[in-house]
Each structure stands twice: as structure tokens, then as C-alpha cells.
């Protein structure tokens, strides 16, 4: 019998919902917009009251809410929660989906309260992966008990990693972004040393120093000295430094 590609598992409803959520990754909205539209579809389509996706803060080892639909502020404040003391955790740290059909009787269910208060039983945690590593998890929960069967799974399994591919593009697009500033900065600390250089007769490693001194002097960035001179310079006002 010949295995069945991901395509033909899923119908047309689950087709147009992956063609939204391409579209709103690149679109060019900004990454929080984007997390909350995928979490608001994803609820629906699976019939979860709550959907969220949970950041991985690799320093503190941490996961923290970066989006939902839920309603509960109870569940919106939950504080952080430790890699290593809950289910979430469990996904990252083992890389693959996990699937609870009671998180009551599971004892590393953090918020046994908010379970009950929101009437939640099943939970699905998926990690959301770039390369080999975990950057969060997408995690959806029920109201009844749901073994979750393997088509559900690889559904929010393309979910996380259309969510994992949103965050890159944002990484990559700040990295370009800072480079670009960087590139632009040293541009402009270069014309101010010349400029000083020729108006003060100082090395270019003197006009550095004296920029530093009057940046931290006047508690301004080196750049905004720096444009300060130039534009000292173009207009013929006194120098500021």
C-alpha cells in the first residue's frame, strides 16, 4: 500500500488553513501579529478553547507565553515555567510532540487550578524547531478527552514549524538590520574623525578618544557626537566638541 503524503491527509479546510497561515508569515507583518493569527486559526481548526505558543528563553531556561487566544487572564499571567518542570519542557528538551489525555493526573502539569477553573483535560505540545533545535512549543488543550491521532499531531506539527519559520525570518531580519547600522555608524565615526583630524590636528586615534570622552561626557551616543560635528562642519557653526 503506498503511504499517503501529508497533502492527502489533510482536506480542504486544513489545505486553505496552511495556505493563510503562509501567507500571513510572509507577509511582512510584525512577528506578534503574526504569532496571534496562527494561534486564532489553529484554535478553531482544532477546536481547542486554548491555543498558545511559548517561547524559549535559552538563558534562564525558561518557557514564556509569545501568543494565545485564551481568555482567562489567570491563564495570560501564568508566570514562566522551567524546561525541566513541565510537560512544554518535556517537548523541547525531547524535540518531539507529547500528548496528555488528562493533565489532572499528570504531575508535571504546572497549573492544576487554571485546568480546572478553564475545564481543561487533553493537552498536544509540539515543539517548534529550527534545524535540530528548539526555539518553543505550540501547545493546544480540550475540554474533554482527546486521544490526539497522528493526522492532528502532524497538523499542529506544520503549525509549529510555519511559527518556527516566522521567528527566523524576524532573527534574520534584525541581524540584517543591525548590521546595516553598524555599517552605517562606522561611516559616519569615520567623517568625524577626518573632519577633526584636519579642523583639531589630531590622529584619527586622538579624534576616537575625544569622541568617546565627550560621548559619555554629555551622555550621548558615540554616532550622536559624531553626526554633531558634521553638521557642525557642513553649516560652518561652532564645533561641539
Request: proline fraction near 4%.
Amino acid at each position: 500500500m503506498t503511504q499517503k503524503s501529508s497533502a492527502q491527509e489533510f482536506g480542504p479546510r486544513e489545505l486553505e488553513f496552511f495556505w493563510k497561515i503562509s501567507e500571513s508569515v510572509v507577509s511582512g507583518r510584525y512577528l506578534k501579529e503574526i504569532l496571534q493569527l496562527i494561534v486564532t486559526m489553529t484554535a478553531e481548526i482544532m477546536g481547542s478553547p486554548i491555543c498558545s505558543i511559548l517561547l524559549l528563553d535559552e538563558e534562564h531556561e525558561e518557557l514564556a507565553i509569545g501568543a494565545t487566544q485564551a481568555l482567562s487572564l489567570d491563564y495570560i499571567r501564568k508566570p514562566n515555567i522551567k524546561v525541566g518542570e513541565s510537560i512544554s519542557g518535556r517537548a523541547v528538551k525531547e524535540k518531539r510532540p507529547i500528548a496528555i489525555l488528562d493533565v489532572l493526573q499528570e504531575k508535571h502539569f504546572r497549573f492544576p487550578d487554571i485546568a480546572r477553573q478553564e475545564k481543561i483535560v487533553s493537552m498536544l505540545s509540539v515543539p517548534m524547531m529550527v534545524g535540530k533545535r528548539a526555539i518553543g512549543v505550540v501547545n493546544v488543550y480540550t475540554t474533554e478527552p482527546r486521544p490526539f491521532i497522528q493526522t492532528e499531531i502532524k497538523l499542529l506539527q506544520a503549525v509549529a514549524n510555519q511559527a518556527a519559520v516566522a521567528i527566523q525570518n524576524t532573527s534574520l531580519q534584525e541581524e540584517v538590520v543591525e548590521v546595516r547600522h553598524a555599517a552605517e555608524t562606522q561611516k559616519v565615526l569615520n567623517r568625524a574623525k577626518a573632519i577633526m583630524a584636519k579642523t583639531m590636528h589630531l590622529s584619527e586615534d586622538e579624534a576616537h578618544r575625544l569622541l568617546l570622552r565627550s560621548s559619555r561626557n554629555n551622555r550621548k551616543s558615540v554616532r550622536e557626537v559624531a553626526e554633531a560635528v558634521i553638521l557642525a562642519f557642513d553649516t560652518g557653526a561652532k564645533h561641539p566638541i
